[in-house]
């Protein structure tokens, strides 16, 4: 059978990428949160584990039951088969799904998949048509032996040095902004690479690491560095260019208030009941007003101390102008409900199933789809041995439209 076969209870592959089998030899964030945007839009992904497991199942707590929810969180529409790629039948197994796949996506160490006959030049030699994404923490040149954490990556970028107090120390961010951000890059790269392959027939080796998607990821202040030779540093939560674009205190909490245009401004003193300071001379234009915020911070602060936060944020965005409430997870998730969004998906049925979050893109012909709860450890892995030892089509691109499913 192919994997692509919907299994009792489930539905067939939909989404723009139906059809498409992917590899999946990651583990922990960047490669596994890849690969889930990959299922979510129809893709066909098989997880390949080691004999332990993904070592996320085991980060807890939090968890849902005996499962850790950071392995919940990016692993939904997969399926687990386990393999020792240190067994040679395991290993034949694993080279097997890879000369059938369409995409392959790995973190391993460079070259740590070499050892198994598993990295892109042995992979591509049977499978022409393979997509293979390979993620490291600082490529494979001279770092390819430093390990690629994220934290590590903040502080070796530069993030760490532009998070904090200005008198304070520096800080990571509240999430491993730089694992998503490198896994969202893969993801980009393997479906340029999937195009390029349907105009060619031929397909390609994708490499995306950390550092690099920490520094693109760092936007003006990386440009503040390269185009204007000027180090930026921590400013707390204000905004070097713009103001306000900060947290303000209100009656009784802080209220993001982000007037980052004249007629923004203007607007937000019309419904503070100071429509005067949008003609003064001093905060006439943003530069103005970025550069004399010492004087102008006060005497906005004074008009929004009248009422409490939330009253402003239904005053300010009536009247078109950007501000939020600083927000717990959870109100975060209230919010999405407000607006509409649904962010919160099942995932599976009865006792298997389990929320997670909504797939970030909407697609008006080819919605996401959730087939999948994240899986068992080797949920999987009787039905893909079985599958694998079958007798396969052409690999992945080898034909015209050929999907690579066998």
Same mark, same amino acid.
């Given at each position: ?16 990428? *139906? ?17 889930? /945007? ?46 020792? /790629? ?5 290993? *034949? ?10 995409? /392959? ?92 392959? =349907? ?14 998607? *920490? ?49 923004? &401004? ?66 975060? &998730?209230?919010? *999405? =409900? ?24 909407? &697609? ?17 892995? =009787? ?24």
């Amino acid at each position: 059978m192919s994997p692509t076969d919907p299994g009792p209870g489930e539905s067939a592959p939909t989404g723009p990428l *139906a059809g498409l089998l992917v590899a999946d030899f990651s583990r922990v964030l960047a490669g596994p949160y890849a690969t889930m /945007l990959l299922a979510d839009m129809g893709a066909d992904v098989v997880k390949v584990e080691g004999p332990a497991g993904d070592e996320t199942r085991s980060w807890t707590p939090p968890q849902r039951g005996e499962v850790s929810t950071y392995y919940l969180g990016v692993n939904r529409g997969k399926r687990s088969i386990a393999l020792d /790629l240190r067994d040679p039948d395991d290993a *034949a197994a694993a080279r097997e799904l890879a000369r059938r796949a369409d995409v /392959l996506v790995e973190n391993f160490k460079p070259g740590g998949m070499a050892k198994f006959g598993l990295d892109h030049a042995s992979v591509s030699a049977e499978n022409p048509g393979i997509v293979y994404a390979s993620i490291t923490g600082f490529g494979t040149g001279a770092g390819r032996d430093v390990p690629g954490y994220d934290l590590m990556v903040q502080a070796i970028s530069g993030l760490m040095s532009l998070t904090g107090d200005p008198d304070g120390p520096p800080f990571r961010a509240g999430i491993s902004v730089f694992d998503v951000m490198a896994g969202n890059h893969a993801t980009i790269g393997v479906l340029a690479a999937l195009r390029h392959r =349907e105009v060619t027939g031929r397909g390609q080796h994708v490499e995306v690491n950390l550092l690099s998607s *920490a520094l693109t990821g760092l936007v003006n202040h990386s440009s503040a560095y390269v185009a204007g030779g000027v180090v930026p540093l921590r400013m707390g939560n204000a905004h070097p260019s713009v103001f306000p674009y900060e947290p303000l205190p209100t009656a009784d909490t802080e209220l993001i208030v982000t007037a980052a245009n004249d007629r923004q &401004f203007r607007r937000l003193c019309e419904v503070l009941g100071v429509p005067e300071l949008a003609d003064d001379a001093r905060f006439a234009r943003n530069a103005d007003r970025t550069q004399r915020r010492g004087e102008l911070r006060p005497l906005l602060v004074e008009r929004l101390r009248t009422r409490p936060a939330l009253e402003w944020f239904d005053l300010l965005v009536a009247a078109g102008v950007p501000c939020g409430p600083i927000n717990t997870i959870d109100g975060g &998730f209230a919010m *999405a =409900e407000r607006f509409g969004l649904d962010p919160v998906v099942e995932v599976g049925e009865g006792e298997a199933a389990v929320p997670t979050t909504r797939h970030p893109i909407r &697609f008006s012909g080819t919605p996401a789809s959730y087939r999948l709860p994240p899986p068992g450890l080797d949920e999987h892995g =009787e039905e893909l041995r079985r599958w694998l030892s079958a007798p396969a089509g052409n690999p992945a691109g080898a034909a015209e439209g050929g999907a690579g499913r066998g």
